[in-house]
């Protein structure tokens, strides 16, 4: 195949053509390989390549397919893991300097799935320091860049994988999400991000690693995509305690009826008057009214919720959780390896009284009740996915629309409530700024109902197709 129509086909493509025997494993993976050698150092989207595993990989995939063996779903497929994820014999470094040497013995549930998938893993991508914070930085390999404008961010935590899905440097990769990490670096490098329900992803996390946020999800080019990887991922296992129980559906399939007919949505420009980008907030207004010509009923509404007690909460949660994992790293003298910020935030969350985080606790489950009692009325919420486009690297905004605005939430003030309520959320481009960067349409939808928020994700996408666009410096 030409090598320009193996940089944009899609993953359900390529695993189709390895099936069809139009082109082997080893051609599409040398070919990624390729594109990773050729742009990642402008854009720093992969901590570790590995280049000589996966082309070993590749080797195998292609033996399997002349020995006419069943193929997974991804067969053949090279995909970006998120380097907050083990993969066995693989470094895997958390972002961190502390983990910089570490290979695991081990594969994270989620590598599992993968590899039985047969997607070939090109490397690991990039992520801050145990995946603390919106942005993609860290000491170990520095910032992750933007392929749409490489002076502006990935966003973060899953920076690495949204970029190199959006340069083509691979076709598909996983994140994961405990206060937008998925959705945050989607709507900032032009990609297809959903997290799942709470539970519906397990994962091996060890104690108060980001309980009860984190979500692992697919990135991908187009929903389709993503409904194939979140297939593969999803699914009980008696290794997490907080995994959902039952088998899900075949997402994939859940695609073949697109018709929104008699859905009831909500939408919300700003939840409680939170300052948004007036660009964002004319192209998601605009997204959210294509969903009437699909047959939808729109509102606008929103919860009775406000983002600064979703904050709190979120900080007072994710901080105690990297107390669990950071707090012995300060105690063994290492806190120069962390970066000053992280060291901060930790250093101050080690000294709150214990009756923070149960009252914590205790706002979480009004906070949960309010967002039940909403979504009695409508299946999706819509909303921003973030208040502003992507910004230039480590220059976090301190005001938005002429408000001030906290540097550390203010751009991102609509992912928390997915987090904190357990609930899918997905992030669909549905624009452009006047800058050539795109914004993103979050999609929260019903616990446990990955499917409507997917359904109404591929409407708005056949209906507005972004497909074919790409950062002009990454051809």
């Not at 309010?370 to 996915?385: A, G, K, N």
């Not at 905004?397 to 997905?426: E, K, M, Q, Y």
Request: charge should be negative; glycine fraction near 8%; hydrophobic fraction near 40%.
């Amino acid at each position: 195949m030409p090598p320009n129509d193996l940089t944009l086909a899609t993953a359900s493509e390529l695993a189709e053509l390895v099936r069809a025997k139009s082109v082997s494993p080893v051609e599409v993976t040398a070919h990624f390989l390729d594109r990773i050698a050729a742009h990642d150092g402008e854009l720093n989207a992969f901590i570790t390549v590995a280049a000589e595993e996966a082309m070993a990989q590749a080797h195998r995939a292609e033996e399997a397919v002349i020995a006419g063996e069943p193929l997974g779903p991804l067969h053949g497929v090279p995909i970006g893991i998120k380097d907050l994820d083990a993969t066995k014999g693989l470094r895997t470094t958390y972002g961190s300097m502390l983990m910089r040497d570490f290979v695991p013995d081990h594969d994270e549930i989620a590598v599992e799935r993968i590899r039985a998938a047969g997607a070939i893993i090109v490397g690991k991508t990039n992520t801050p320091d145990y995946g603390w914070k919106g942005t993609t930085e860290n000491l170990l390999t520095g910032p992750c860049a933007n392929p749409w404008d490489t002076t502006r961010t990935s966003g973060g935590s899953s920076g690495g994988s949204a970029s190199a899905v959006a340069a083509h440097l691979v076709p598909i990769a996983n994140g994961s999400d405990a206060g937008g990490s998925i959705r945050i670096p989607s709507s900032y490098c032009g990609v297809y991000g959903i997290k799942p329900t709470y539970g519906r992803v397990p994962r091996l996390l060890p104690p108060g690693a980001w309980r009860p946020l984190s979500q692992g999800g697919p990135l991908a080019s187009n929903v389709r995509d993503a409904a194939v990887l979140l297939s593969v991922l999803a699914g009980p296992d008696p290794r997490d305690p907080t995994s959902i129980r039952s088998v899900p559906p075949s997402y994939e399939d859940a695609l073949a009826d697109l018709s929104l007919g008699g859905l009831r949505i909500a939408w919300s420009p700003a939840m409680d008057d939170q300052p948004v980008d007036p660009e964002v907030r004319d192209a998601t207004a605009a997204a959210a009214r294509a969903f009437e010509a699909l047959g939808a009923a729109v509102d606008e509404a929103a919860p009775d919720v406000t983002t600064s007690d979703a904050v709190w909460m979120y900080a007072t949660l994710s901080l105690t959780g990297l107390v669990a994992r950071l707090g012995p790293t300060i105690d063994e003298g290492k806190a120069d390896m962390m970066p000053p910020r992280l060291l901060e935030w930790v250093s101050e969350a080690i000294a709150w009284p214990a009756t923070r985080h149960a009252e914590a606790l205790g706002k979480l489950e009004w906070h949960r009740r309010r967002f039940d009692d909403f979504f009695e009325s409508y299946d999706l919420l819509l909303l921003p996915t973030m208040a502003t486009t992507a910004f230039p690297i480590e220059q976090n905004p301190r005001s938005i629309d002429g408000r001030s605005v906290h540097p550390s939430w203010g751009f991102t003030p609509f992912c928390h409530h997915a987090n904190l309520t357990g609930r899918p959320a997905a992030s669909i481009p549905c624009g452009f700024d006047a800058d050539g960067l795109p914004i993103g349409l979050q999609i929260v939808g019903q616990l446990g109902d990955e499917v409507t928020v997917l359904r109404a994700s591929a409407a708005y996408e056949a209906a507005h197709p972004w497909a074919g666009r790409q950062p002009a410096k990454f051809p």
